[in-house]
């Protein structure tokens, strides 16, 4: 085994603690583009090292302390009119917000797991949680709905036989079955709100949001082939660290 790599990246990361990393930048020309970075790549270097993994090299190169110039904030973009009028709108209606754990069976079959209190609370659902992705809020005429979902697919024997029976949903439609009583629901009204919300939603909008997750789900597929069968070169970085002004 070359020992000569693993020198060489502690001798690294002993000049990283020596010195200050303040910046790093790719080393193209396509990099050097604001004021800060096309004054690092003028300095003169003090010391330079070069470490190679794989086929990227990264450079770290010891400059004196520059006099950077100071960047203006970033602007603030104003509220658009549109912006403005859609917050005046929804500040009128009952604002609801849940946060759940959805496990897709096929079928198909959601459950959902939420926290209310001390209080865990199990549904089960005939929606399909996936084709939700990129949905986070729902505005009927009197509630904005918003959740936050981890969406994970289960197989089939992680929801028995018998289970599914005792369900006894009807997959053709939304809806949800909730293992809580009445009273129990009623103490935490917040999340079952939004599954209505999200019922209602569904049963009028699914046959769009499943065409919208498929034709996802192919560009994804597309990217990832094209990324395997064409691979982007990554371009070598240089980052450049002086010890800190006093």
Known sequence: M?????????GLLALLAYVCPVSAQTAT?????DPASALLSRATPLARRTVALGEHRIT???IRTPHLPVLPPAPVRPPTAEELATEARQATKLQVFAS???TIY?????????????????AYSSIDFRFLQGLSQIETDTVVASWFCVPM????????VKLR?????DLLHAGYLVDATAEEMEAAPEAFAVLDAIQDYYEANHRQLAAAYWKTQAEN?????DLLAHPPVRPDTTVYVWKPAN
Do not use: C, H, K
Not at 106 to 122: H, K, S
Not at 165 to 169: D, E, M, S, V
Not at 221 to 225: G, L, M, P
């Open 2 to 10: 070359n020992a000569y790599p693993v020198a060489l990246r502690l």
């Open 29 to 33: 020309p396509a990099a050097v583009t």
């Open 60 to 62: 770290l190169v010891r």
């Open 221 to 225: 597929e597309a990217r990832e082939s």
């Open 100 to 102: 759940f754990m959805a």
């Open 106 to 122: 096929p079928g198909p079959v959601t459950e959902i797991v939420w926290q209310d209190g001390a209080r865990t609370f199990r």
């Open 165 to 169: 029976a005792r369900l006894g949903l």
């Open 153 to 160: 697919e289960g197989d089939e024997t992680g929801l028995s």
